[in-house]
Every structure is written in C-alpha cells, then in structure tokens.
C-alpha cells in the first residue's frame, strides 16, 4: 500500500465512523452515564468486531457469511436483546453523576459485549467491506504487511472517532447537576433500549 492508500483509506474510515448510527448511540449512551472507561470498551467492542469483518472480507469469505445467515439474525436477536436488558437496568437504577465514573468489571464487560454485539450483528458489514477495501488495496495480491496495514488503519480511524464520542458524552455527562443525573440517566436509557428494538426489528 502507497501513503496516498493509507491515507485516503484512514479518512474513509474516519468518516463512516463519524456518521451518527447504532453504535455511535451507544458508546455516548455508556460514556455519558457510566463514565469514559465504559464509553471505551463499547468501542473497543465495536473495533473488533471491525476487526473481524475486516478479515472475513480480505480472505475473500463471504460466502460462508452467506451460509451462516441463519446466525447472524441470532446475533442480531441477542445484541438488541442485550441492550434492552441494559436499557431497561440503567432505567431502572438511580444513577447520580458522581456515580458515573464507578465501573465494576462485569460492567465494563457489558460494555465492550454490547459495542461486540453491535457490530457482529450487521452481516453487511463484510459485502461493504468486501466492496470498499478493493478501493484502497489490492485483495486479489494482498501481502500480511498490507492486511497488518489494513487493520492498524481501522483500530485507529474506527476507534480514534468512536473514542471521541465517548469523550465528548462523558464531558456532557459530567457536567450536568446533580439533580440533571436522573434525566441523563433515563435518557440514556432510552436510546439504549431504542437501539435494541432497532436490531431486533432489523433482524
């Protein structure tokens, strides 16, 4: 791969990443009421479920995607079905702001599940990966430096934009009051079971 490659492919990246979609909800929904840490690991998540359809695509796997349609829709069903478990249990506390930075280990799990779940549930991930690399990056004559290159690139543009997500909703979430805490929470909440529903509906 030239620089001209990996750069427009960086800036490619970087731009589907910023537009506003499902997992774009989500890591502001985790970062804003449970703190950076959780707005991190919802998009580290979503990278490596990049990760994972980046290499499907670069190995010229489609087909079995295909043929495995069938788990898809069940990884469809579980992601939104998780995320409106997650809704509905943010709902359901009393989150405080001070408490937003507190993350418990099983929580910052279900983060980085829900961004996982997110991506791995969105079968066309690989055909537009399939249809988009090729612009880039010769797949047909694809080297192991230009595939480490290929997923570098996405670690950094996926993860970089998703990260500043997160940091942004965690400045928004901190700076409300106190007495705002509960409204952030139910709002948050609210995107999280929406986005759920969503998945499901799409399955």
């Not at 919802?42 to 190995?59: C, E, H, R, S, Y």
């Not at 995320?83 to 993350?103: C, E, M, P, Q």
């Not at 996405?154 to 500043?164: D, I, S």
């Amino acid at each position: 791969m030239t620089f001209t490659n990996m750069a427009t492919l960086f800036g490619a990246m970087a731009v589907l990443a910023a537009v506003p979609s499902v997992s774009v909800l989500a890591v502001s929904a985790r970062s804003a009421t449970h703190g950076f840490a959780h707005g991190a690991c919802t998009a580290m998540g979503i990278v490596v479920g990049d990760l994972w359809f980046n290499l499907l695509a670069m190995l010229g796997l489609a087909l079995l995607v295909e043929m495995t349609d069938g788990l898809f829709i069940l990884i469809k069903y579980l992601g939104g079905t998780y995320l409106i478990w997650l809704g509905i249990s943010l709902w359901r506390s009393r989150t405080k702001v001070s408490d937003f930075n507190d993350a418990t280990r099983s929580s910052l799990l279900s983060s980085f599940m829900a961004g996982l779940l997110i991506t791995l549930g969105d079968q066309k991930a690989v055909f537009f990966y399939l249809g988009f690399l090729p612009a880039f990056v010769d797949l047909s004559a694809l080297s192991y430096s230009d595939a480490g290159l290929v997923m570098a690139i996405t670690v950094v543009a996926v993860g970089g934009v998703k990260l500043g997500y997160a940091y942004a909703a965690h400045r928004a979430g901190t700076r409300i009051t106190i007495r705002g805490g509960k409204t952030m929470s139910i709002a948050a909440a609210g995107v999280m079971i929406a986005a759920g529903i969503f998945l499901v509906a799409m399955a």
